[in-house]
């Protein structure tokens, strides 16, 4: 095998790499919602929007939500580690369902049927972007083979 050849099967697996790790985080908060004990209801007190540019003429607009809710009369106001592309999903004022930690309150995940929809939903999105490198290399180590016999 060529040197070319064997870079952009590496590369290939790299770009298949991506949506894998992606699956696994949102895997993970799949299971935040089931280790989580605590219960409570909370709500959407802000939005803040970025803007981020990527390439000339793209424009990505990210929403970070802050989240209000109460445990044992304390008041947690927190903003997740993550944004969203759809502002429309929980509009500012909207009651939520919150599971967090008993031990750390301020770890939190907004939870209910639908955000389970919601996770289960994006990891077999991620299926499908991700089988498309895999079934490239996958071709192309049987074409390397077959072009070898």
Aim: with cysteine.
């Amino acid at each position: 095998m060529d040197k070319e050849y064997i870079l952009s099967l590496l590369g290939f697996i790299v770009l298949a790499l991506f949506p894998l790790i992606l699956m696994i985080a949102f895997y993970l908060e799949i299971r935040k919602l089931r280790i989580y004990e605590g219960r409570t209801t909370g709500k959407v007190v802000e939005i803040r929007e970025e803007i981020h540019y990527e390439r000339i003429f793209t424009r990505v607009i990210m929403y970070y939500l802050t989240y209000e809710y109460m445990v044992d009369e304390t008041i947690c106001r927190l903003e997740p580690g993550w944004g969203t592309l759809k502002i429309l999903r929980y509009p500012l004022g909207t009651e939520v369902e919150i599971y967090y930690d008993k031990k750390c309150p301020q770890k939190f995940t907004v939870g209910g049927e639908e955000e389970v929809k919601h996770w289960k939903n994006s990891i077999y999105s991620m299926i499908a972007i991700s089988a498309i490198p895999w079934f490239i290399i996958i071709g192309g180590i049987i074409y390397a083979i077959k072009k070898q016999i």
